[in-house]
């Protein structure tokens, strides 16, 4: 495992309490985090964290990748793994779609995280 030195999720969001994250820095986190479950899940026999937290979540300096980490939870046997997810090609210009509904989600569902709080 690579040495991690910038701290864990919990600490920049901690960080980031007075200032607003930016989108662009919310959907990078997310893309690393859901990349590495992706990765988990996709293996032969599929791999199963169970305790995906802020804590578990390291920032890597060198290339700003977010990364897991406390695998003491992890399991094989997981009761729902579905190897066949629906296919992502039916929607037609699926891009631009799914980008329009994921601002408006972010914007919707994510705004005390991104915003100052208010006191």
Do not use: W
């Amino acid at each position: 495992m690579d040495l991690c030195t910038g701290g864990t999720l919990y600490n920049i969001m901690e960080r980031f309490e007075t200032q607003k994250l930016s989108y662009k820095q919310l959907l990078q986190m997310f893309f690393h985090i859901s990349r590495a479950v992706l990765h988990m899940h996709s293996q032969k026999t599929p791999i199963a964290h169970r305790d995906l937290k802020l804590e578990n979540v390291l920032l890597h300096r060198g290339s700003g990748m977010f990364k897991l980490c406390d695998f003491g939870s992890v399991t094989t046997v997981a009761k729902a793994f579905d190897p066949n997810p629906l296919p992502l090609t039916h929607t037609p210009n699926r891009p631009s779609r799914i980008r329009k509904e994921l601002i408006h989600d972010l914007k919707s569902n994510l705004n005390p995280l991104t915003q100052r709080p208010t006191r």
